[in-house]
């Protein structure tokens, strides 16, 4: 079992890494949060699930342990497989997940590409009481006019395209950088978030 890899990215593509370890490259299938942020040279640290089939043994690479949880756990689910499982968590956070879960809501998973309406409503159910609640988060909490501008951004780069994962973290990270004046407006904090995601893998981010 390949349970992490570390070392440098020689190669990127819209949904995977090529990591360098030891001199041999792994190919490893990545949510886009991933893929998007990975720099060929730089180092990389994944936690990784090997999915072996008959025909095929494959890597999937996850930024944090609590990602490659709930991994598991959405494999669990009746209908869901490796992809259909990277593609959840390319589109929504783990709190995302946990939120949707624990409220019963299937429509962001309906949202998934893959992912259709009898399988949503099976991960609500089957994942029910499995997931860790949700933590408060900066861009999670409600009422302050920052957050508001945060939101509209986030809403803003999904109409673009963007998954709400990719979306809600590039807006709360670019957010947390801007100055108080650029931190209230919409079109500043839009700007410069798209700056950050940059145009050339704005297609592998839609989720």
Do not use: C
């Amino acid at each position: 079992m390949i349970s992490s890899l570390h070392g440098p990215v020689l190669s990127t593509g819209t949904d995977h890494v090529v990591v360098e370890v030891g001199g041999v490259g792994f190919f490893v299938f990545v949510p886009a949060d991933v893929a998007h942020t990975a720099r060929v040279g730089e180092n990389l640290r994944l936690h990784t699930s090997l999915i072996v089939r008959e025909d095929a043994l494959t890597l999937f690479g996850f930024a944090d342990r609590v990602e490659l949880d709930v991994f598991g756990q959405l494999l669990s689910v009746t209908g869901v497989g490796p992809k259909s499982a990277l593609g959840v968590l390319g589109h929504l956070t783990v709190d995302q997940i946990a939120a949707a879960v624990a409220d019963d809501d299937d429509a962001p998973f309906r949202r998934v590409s893959g992912i259709g309406p009898k399988t949503a409503k099976l991960i609500v159910v089957q994942l029910a009481g499995k997931l860790q609640p949700p933590s408060s988060t900066p861009s999670s909490r409600t009422g302050s006019a920052a957050d508001a501008v945060v939101a509209q951004v986030t809403a803003a780069l999904v109409g673009l395209g963007w998954s709400e994962k990719v979306a809600g973290e590039a807006a709360a990270e670019t957010a947390d950088a801007a100055s108080d004046a650029d931190r209230s407006s919409v079109p500043a904090l839009l700007r410069q978030a798209l700056a950050a995601l940059g145009p050339a893998k704005a297609g592998g981010a839609r989720g």
